[in-house]
């Protein structure tokens, strides 16, 4: 049994963001409710795939539902940064994507990441019920975050540091 279980149902608001320089960024989901807010750490890569895996279930979604109506996935940047304070509940091992239809709401699931010899089925959950507009938003803006950083090599394909890069297709030499 999960050691919490949260709905957060439905959000008012739900965005990503990171804190940091680059190479050295946390990256955060937070979403409210109300008054009260919620947030979860996660990976960079995580906020890619989530970004990607949102864009191609919405799509799903309307070719399954030809009726429904798309959403821009439009947002203000002023609005898509996260307030502090920055009290993440926990960090994000696995993500799911759900729909109640019924609603019109889409669900992000987040399980809480398992340590190495802990019990995966205690693992903290976190539901956050979005409209399609706010994860389509979401998702967006996810991908703008993490496409800011630093600069990739075209050798490569690895990040560059700006004091220099060991590109291993170059044999290590720096550029």
Not at 5 to 20: C, K, N, Q, Y
Not at 82 to 95: H, K, M, W
Request: charged share 25%; net charge negative; hydrophobic share 35%.
């Amino acid at each position: 049994m999960p050691r919490f279980e949260l709905d957060i149902d439905p959000v008012s608001h739900i965005t990503a963001d990171a804190i940091g320089k680059p190479g050295q960024r946390v990256f955060y989901i937070q979403a409210w409710q109300n008054e009260r807010t919620y947030t979860i750490v996660i990976e960079k890569f995580q906020l890619q795939s989530l970004a990607i895996a949102i864009e191609q279930f919405l799509a799903e979604l309307i070719k399954q539902n030809p009726v429904m109506s798309g959403t821009s996935g439009n947002y203000t940047e002023d609005n898509m940064h996260i307030n502090p304070p920055v009290e993440p509940i926990f960090r994000a091992g696995e993500f799911g994507l759900g729909y109640d239809k019924e609603r019109d709401l889409v669900v992000i699931l987040a399980r809480e990441i398992v340590t190495e010899g802990a019990d995966p089925e205690e693992a903290g959950v976190i539901r956050f019920w979005c409209r399609r507009d706010q994860v389509h938003s979401l998702a967006r803006w996810g991908a703008e975050v993490s496409s800011r950083g630093r600069p990739i090599c075209p050798q490569c394909g690895q990040p560059m540091e700006p004091e220099g890069h060991f590109c291993p297709k170059k044999n290590g030499h720096s550029h």
